[in-house]
C-alpha cells in the first residue's frame, strides 16, 4: 500500500475513532434527503452545540461529511465515496464476529 493511501485510511479511521463521531456519521446518513440541518442535530443526539461544532469539524476535515450553508443555518451530508474507501479496506463481509 502506498503511504498516500495508508494516510488517507488513518485519517478516516481516526476521525471515526469516536462514538459520538460514529453516531453521528449513522444519523446523517440515514437522514431522508440526504442532509441534515446542524439545528436538529444536538437535540437528536444529546449533546452540546460546543461539543457538537467539535465533531463536525473533525468529520468534515476528513472529507467523511459535507458542510453547506444555506442561510443562517449549514447542513451537513455524508460523503459515501469516503466511507466506501473505508468499508473496501476492511472487507465488507465480517461473518458473525460484532462487537455490539
Keep these: ?7 488517507c485510511l488513518a485519517a478516516v479511521f481516526k476521525a471515526l475513532s469516536d462514538p459520538t463521531r ?5 444519523y446523517l446518513a440515514s437522514a431522508q434527503g440526504g442532509t441534515v440541518c446542524a439545528c ?6 444529546g449533546i452540546s452545540q460546543p461539543t457538537l461544532s467539535h465533531h463536525l469539524k473533525k468529520l468534515t476535515a476528513a472529507g467523511i461529511i459535507t458542510r453547506e450553508q444555506r442561510g443562517r443555518w449549514a ?3 455524508v460523503v459515501p465515496k469516503v466511507l466506501d474507501v473505508a468499508r473496501d479496506y476492511l472487507g465488507t463481509s465480517i461473518g458473525d464476529a460484532r462487537c455490539c
Design 40 to 45: 436538529h442535530l444536538p437535540d437528536r443526539l
Design 75 to 77: 447542513h451537513y451530508a
Design 22 to 26: 460514529v453516531r453521528l456519521v449513522g
Design 1 to 7: 500500500m502506498e503511504a498516500d493511501r495508508a494516510a
